[in-house]
T-cell receptor, first 114, second 114 residues
C-alpha cells in the first residue's frame, strides 16, 4: 500500500538550531512532493513543493527540501530556526496517476524554545 | 474571497443527527477536495471534484458520508447519522484545475459528535 512516513512526531529545539525533518514515501511511479505547515490556530499552508527538475527546492521562510529519488525521501531543512517556526509540519505525496489525492504523513510537531 | 472558506467553523452535534459542512473554493478554481484530520488518523483524503467529471469518492469512509458540488463552485459534505468517531476537523481545499497544481486549504470545520 502507498504510504508516507515522517520519522519524528515531536521535535523540541532552541532558537538558532538547525532543523531537519525526515519524510519517506512508498510510491512506485512518478510523484509530486509537498511540505505543508500548520501554525497554531491557523490553517494548512504550503511551505514548498517538488514537481520536477532541480531536486533541491527552496520554499518560504528559509526552508528547503531535497528529493532523493533513490531513497524515496523528501527531507525538510532549515539552517537556523526561530521561535515563530513552532508549528506542525506535514509531508505529502501525490502520484501523477491520481492528481486529486494527497497522501499525508502523520505530521511532526516542532516546538522552538526562545 | 481571497482564500478557501468553510462554514461553520465549529459544529457540535448529537450522535445520530445529520450534519452539513460547506466549502467555498477560491474563485475560478475548478478542483475541490475534502480531507479529514483526526487524532490517531492524521490527514485523510475523502473526496475530489474536478469540473464536470464524476467525483473520486474513494476516500469516503462509509455510505453515511456524501458530498456534492453545485454549479462547479460551492460544495457540501453531508454526514448522516453521525457517530462519535466522526469527530474531526474537516478540511476543504481547491486548486485551479487538475494535474500538477497546488492545493490551497481552508481553515476547516471542527466537528464534535457527543
Amino acid at each position: 500500500a502507498q504510504s508516507v512516513s515522517q520519522h519524528n512526531h515531536h521535535v523540541i529545539l532552541s532558537e538558532a538550531a538547525s532543523l531537519e525533518l525526515g519524510c519517506n514515501y512508498s510510491y512506485g511511479g512518478t510523484v509530486n512532493l509537498f511540505w505543508y505547515v500548520q501554525y497554531p490556530g491557523q490553517h494548512l499552508q504550503l511551505l514548498l513543493k517538488y514537481f520536477s527538475g532541480d531536486p533541491l527546492v527552496k520554499g518560504i521562510k528559509g526552508f528547503e527540501a531535497e528529493f532523493i529519488k533513490s531513497k524515496f525521501s523528501f527531507n525538510l531543512r532549515k539552517p537556523s530556526v526561530q521561535w515563530s517556526d513552532t508549528a506542525e509540519y506535514f509531508c505529502a505525496v501525490r502520484s501523477t496517476d491520481s492528481w486529486g489525492k494527497l497522501q499525508f504523513g502523520a505530521g511532526t510537531q516542532v516546538v522552538v524554545t526562545p | 474571497g481571497a482564500g478557501v472558506s468553510q462554514s461553520p467553523s465549529n459544529k457540535v452535534t448529537e450522535k445520530g443527527k445529520d450534519v452539513e459542512l460547506r466549502c467555498d473554493p477560491i474563485s475560478g478554481h475548478t478542483a475541490l477536495y475534502w480531507y479529514r484530520q483526526s487524532l490517531g488518523q492524521g490527514l485523510e483524503f475523502l473526496i475530489y471534484f474536478q469540473g464536470n467529471s464524476a467525483p473520486d469518492k474513494s476516500g469516503l469512509p462509509s455510505d453515511r458520508f456524501s458530498a456534492e458540488r453545485t454549479g462547479g463552485s460551492v460544495s457540501t459534505l453531508t454526514i448522516q447519522r453521525t457517530q462519535q468517531e466522526d469527530s474531526a476537523v474537516y478540511l476543504c481545499a481547491s486548486s485551479p484545475g487538475q494535474g500538477p497544481l497546488t492545493q490551497y486549504f481552508g481553515p476547516g470545520t471542527r466537528l464534535l459528535v457527543l
